[in-house]
């Protein structure tokens, strides 16, 4: 081969080659950025749009649906569901995952911009959604000593800014907070005494509070800027402001001040979430990390910074990270990197076992830094990061870039041990092989040709699996046909003495060759019972898949799980803090917790009735429980509480899809929320009977008390009082209105004005407001309104402008995810009537996606190797005989996964794409081989195949082997990450195995039943 002779003959040009993959692979390592899923652009926006009181109803039919009628039409559109609730509607956006999402963000603001709106509302806020954007760290700010309002304005001034200025970090927010506002807290009595209402308060701070743009004044010599200070600038200014009219009316010379009926405060928007941080109440900061930035790396500044922020704050206000997701992020990575390199060090333990001596084991060795580090250089180039699926990819490639060295160097020294000098041998052993070198790593890339074409999610997290395995591949040959042969002719030695364990290796090599050429001979003197006990064994092992449990991906034991709380409907903020105190203690209790996080009425306020909590672990070493077990027993545990329900949730899926989702999520559409709601409690009914599920719930929250005030027209009429000014008079006294905006240290603030607290408590402080008429006089609600209690929903949920109510569970102790998603789809299709239809949603539609597009890349993977094979054997039976290996790679993971109990999942099936690229390799070694024999000596088929098994044996045991010895490390693995490395490695070891004893039969016996078919014999 020109290629490997002028390596040899050249070997300082080869040795550079080889120190150039060395530095700029170390290079490239330095600068690549580290995650723990690959950095994906997920196309999801998020439109939001808040209208305070308004209940969801009328925000469905008013502002969601006008919306979604514009949006729909965007371009790429995969899926819009809308999720209402009292004041505040929100519409996830999901565009196909090639969409350009900023395109498409502009398109969507364009649509919004043609939407007519009701008068009143904000405008709509547009933001991209990532699962890559969740916060990478959550810090608790508490203080026993001060109030929210003073940690709010310390976070503010001191501490959000310096977080956001450091490098990396893309998004600082402060979560489960209120924002500053001026409050204006207005007397219903002192209003009554005054014969005033709320609305001329709300005139005298729009007339008396003003300022605007007043221009400039200029003369030949000076310009000087023009304004009029129209705005109150402290608190008393603010409450000295007079209220000169009365009904629109004036009162001359009024002395009545905003201090006479109101209380006014520098305080905070209405009390709707609150965060408490190990028991305390206090306020939650989250880091977002930016786009490619090193997560670990973000996370190390964070924490410095904050330990430098400590020492500037007061003594008495506690700082503190609270959940830390680059911890794991962090060990599992290092765990993987140890594992990489633990790998190679068993696989060198192999290659000398069988080589015998350390000149040849080196350099084989040698071949597995130039591969892995030059990969990081591909890495780099392509954008990637150091990820759980590159990382993987270079874990598992570690036995498969020294197969060609080991192939081409096992032949070199075979001729070696002919007598013939090194650097002939050098030259002439790779001749002979460096064909079924480049056929075997070419097949092995080809396999991952089909995942460029996957789509969706997991597709693009595939591709980078592919490319990085290929570059390794691609690198390990370069390396096979240049340095390899170089390196020998350079470093091989005949060895005079041999370690024992060396010639014990030898000597059962060169027993099981004996046996084996024995038992080869027997085999094809039977060629059609061994085809047919082997077709046997593959027909029995595919019946294990009825055995194996099928899921998404495992759970995984991150030290890290969420708990969320449901006090009954209707119930209020503080209730609901109360049950939360409960959990606090139990969680304070168990000596597993380390710490944890809470927010109380979501993220974004108006859930008063739900709890979100993140709960961080002891080390797995410091703990008895496993975080699975723990898990089971804070289930259990927490239903003993009254009052409240938990439903317990596993971070360790995202990243996975466009956003957090369970195993177990499906959706029921139709037209009537009476109907949905009806049926969605006939199919949980249904579901929890089955056992396969646990925390099953739904989105939809009925039995929300609302409070009804029905005008009675007539009396209104008769009394002059307008359905404008009862609306206003009600919306401001009640539920509070925004007046105006207040400056303060530089920023401004929202005034907001609102009856006092203890003047809104229940349906009676509604009949006692008084309503002005068009005569200027005052007419009590009770007059010309009904005021009633009536059930409602909370939350309302709509998915392609269609109505939806989501149901969503976890899995039984020990179920299948397959499994459980089948049994819902029939009970769905069997309960819901017609009108209303199934849909799959979250993970349950990932798990469909990812299991459809692996088996298409399957497929198609081995009509491309076909392809591949036939082009370099110029035949179309020789490939149909390599690709024989493939049906027992199955068997023997499905074997392997069986025996262990792990379960068929997104890592166990990167392992059999895997095992499709790598164990054609022994098939391959055997036809060419054969091919040869029959080519330059003349053999017949029988004979030719007996010596090329003979022959062969040997470097296909030594690949095999040290491709089996680089997935023992992660097989065996315990620490951070393992649950996702056990199942791949398990397949690869499994498969690898079965497929190399049977590759050794069955291929020499249908290769010598097909030979007749042939056209004409091989030719080299």
Same mark, same amino acid.
């Given at each position: ?72 039409? &965007? ?70 000593? +001060? ?23 893309? %998004? ?18 002192? =209003? ?56 629109? @009316? ?21 009390? @709707? ?50 959940? $830390? ?5 962090? %060990? ?29 084991? =080196? ?46 160097? !096992? ?43 996957? !789509? ?30 170089? #390196? ?11 370690? #024992? ?79 939360? !105190? ?46 699975? $077990?723990?898990?089971?027993?804070? @289930? ?71 409070? +009804? ?63 002005? *008429? ?9 007059? &010309? ?17 269609? #109505? ?27 309960? =819901? ?40 054997? *110029? ?29 068929? *999942? =997104? ?39 007996? %010596?090329?098994?003979?022959? #062969? ?68």
């Amino acid at each position: 081969m020109k290629l490997s002779d002028q390596a040899i003959r050249r070997p300082v040009f080869a040795w550079m080659i080889f120190f150039a993959l060395i530095v700029f692979g170390a290079v490239s390592l330095g600068r690549l950025g580290v995650s723990y899923m690959p950095d994906i652009d997920f196309p999801v926006l998020s439109v939001t749009v808040n209208w305070e009181g308004v209940p969801p109803e009328y925000m469905e039919s008013e502002v969601v649906d006008r919306l979604e009628r514009t949006i729909i039409a &965007v371009e790429g559109l995969k899926e819009m569901s809308s999720s209402v609730r009292q004041g505040t509607a929100t519409i996830n956006l999901e565009f196909q995952i090639d969409r350009n999402i900023d395109a498409a963000l502009q398109e969507v603001q364009s649509a919004i911009s043609r939407v007519r709106l009701p008068t009143g509302i904000d405008p709509p806020t547009i933001r991209k959604s990532n699962p890559d954007d969740s916060p990478i760290l959550w810090i608790g700010l508490s203080s026993k000593t +001060r109030s929210v309002r003073d940690l709010y304005v310390i976070a503010d001034q001191s501490i959000l800014d310096r977080l956001q200025l450091l490098e990396g970090v893309g %998004e600082v927010f402060a979560g489960g907070t209120m924002d500053r506002n001026l409050r204006i807290w207005i007397d219903l009595n002192r =209003l009554k005494k005054y014969e005033l209402t709320i609305v001329d308060v709300l005139d005298a701070i729009a007339n008396e509070h003003s300022e605007g743009a007043s221009g400039y004044l200029e003369n030949p010599e000076f310009e000087k800027n023009l304004r009029v200070l129209g705005e109150a600038s402290t608190v008393k200014e603010i409450e000295d402001i007079r209220i000169t009219r009365r009904g629109g @009316r004036p009162v001359y010379y009024s002395d009545i001040r905003i201090r006479d009926v109101a209380r006014v405060e520098d305080g905070l928007t209405d009390m @709707r979430r609150i965060t408490r941080v190990n028991g305390i109440e206090g306020l939650s900061i989250g880091i977002r990390k930016q786009r490619g930035a090193n997560a670990v790396d973000v996370g190390k500044l964070a924490k410095a910074e904050i330990e430098e922020l400590k020492a500037d704050l007061p003594e008495d206000i506690d700082l503190r990270v609270n959940f $830390d997701s680059t911890v794991f992020v962090e %060990e599992a990575i290092d765990e993987t990197l140890f594992t990489l390199v633990l790998s190679g060090v068993l696989t060198s333990l192999v290659c000398w076992l069988f080589l015998g001596n350390w000149s040849s084991t =080196l350099n084989v060795i040698l071949s597995i830094p130039s591969s892995i580090l030059g990969s990081f250089l591909i890495l780099y180039f392509m954008g990637f990061t150091l990820n759980l699926f590159t990382l993987l990819a270079l874990s598992l490639a570690i036995g498969i870039v020294v197969d060609d060295n080991i192939m081409i160097l !096992e032949n070199i020294i075979r001729h070696f041990d002919m007598g013939k000098d090194r650097v002939k041998a050098a030259r002439e052993g790779t001749r002979e092989i460096a064909f079924a070198a480049i056929a075997s790593s070419v097949a092995v890339i080809a396999i991952f040709l089909p995942i460029a074409f996957m !789509e969706g999610v997991i597709g693009r997290f595939f591709f980078q699996l592919g490319v990085t395995l290929s570059a390794a591949v691609a690198l390990s040959l370069l390396d096979a046909v240049t340095l390899t042969p170089m #390196r020998a002719s350079q470093m091989l030695v005949r060895t005079t003495r041999e370690p #024992r364990i060396v010639q014990g290796v030898r000597a059962i090599m060169e027993w099981l060759t004996t046996v084996y050429r024995w038992q080869l001979e027997f085999a094809l003197r039977r060629p059609l019972l061994i085809l047919a006990g082997s077709a046997a064994v593959f027909g029995l092992s595919l019946s294990l898949v009825f055995f194996i449990r099928t899921e998404f991906v495992p759970p995984q034991d991150q030290s890290q799980f969420g708990i969320q709380l449901q006090a009954p409907v209707g119930s209020s903020l503080a209730h609901t803090v109360t049950k939360f !105190e409960e959990v606090e203690r139990y969680l304070q209790k168990r000596p597993e917790v380390e710490r944890f996080l809470g927010i109380a009425g979501g993220f974004q306020g108006g859930e008063s009735n739900r709890v979100m909590i993140f709960v961080t672990l002891k080390p797995r070493s410091d703990r008895d429980l496993s975080q699975q $077990d723990f898990m089971v027993q804070v @289930r259990k545990d927490l239903s003993a509480i009254k009052g409240v329900r938990a439903f317990l949730f596993d971070l360790s899926t995202r990243g996975l899809t466009a956003r957090r989702s369970q195993p177990v999520e499906f959706s029921i559409r139709g037209g009537e929320w009476s109907v949905l709601n009806d049926n969605a409690k006939k199919i949980i009914s249904k579901m929890e009977e089955t056992g396969l599920y646990r925390d099953i719930d739904t989105d939809y929250r009925e039995g929300m008390p609302e409070v +009804r005030i029905i005008p009675d027209r007539k009396e209104a009429s008769l009394r002059g009082v307008s359905m404008q000014t009862l609306v206003q008079t009600v919306g401001a006294s009640l539920g509070g209105i925004r007046e105006g905006r207040f400056s303060s240290d530089g920023r401004r603030y929202d005034i907001r004005v609102r009856l006092k607290p203890d003047q809104w408590r229940s349906e009676a402080d509604v009949s006692k407001i008084a309503v002005r *008429n068009v005569h200027g006089e005052l007419v009590p609600l009770s007059e &010309v309104a009904e005021v009633i209690v009536a059930p409602t929903v909370q939350t309302l949920t709509r998915i392609d402008r269609q #109505r939806s109510i989501q149901v969503t569970a976890n899995l039984g102790e020990g179920a299948s995810q397959g499994e459980a998603l089948s049994v819902t789809e029939r009970i769905a299709r069997e309960i =819901l009537p017609h009108g209303y239809a199934y849909f799959q949603g979250g993970g349950s539609r990932s798990f469909d996606e990812a299991f459809l597009g692996i088996y298409t890349a399957l497929w198609m993977g081995v009509l491309v190797a076909y392809m591949v094979l036939g082009a370099q054997f *110029n035949s179309f039976l020789h490939p149909l005989i390599v690709l024989l290996a493939l049906p027992f790679s199955v068997t023997g993971a499905f074997l392997a996964l069986f025996i262990t109990d792990n379960s068929l *999942n =997104l890592y166990s099936m990167i392992g059999l794409v895997l095992l499709m690229g790598i164990v054609k390799k022994n098939s391959i070694m055997l036809v060419e081989f054969t091919n040869e024999l029959r080519a330059k000596e003349g053999l017949d088929v029988g004979r030719a195949l007996i %010596e090329a098994g003979t022959i #062969r044996l040997r470097p296909i045991v030594m690949t095999s082997l040290s491709t089996i010895a680089a997935a023992i490390p992660p097989a065996l693995a315990i620490g951070p990450g393992a649950e996702s490395r056990i199942p791949l490695a398990l397949t690869v070891i499994g498969g690898l195995t079965v497929s190399t004893a049977f590759t050794l039969f069955v291929v020499p016996t249908a290769y010598k039943l097909l030979s007749r078919f042939e056209r004409r014999p091989p030719s080299f």
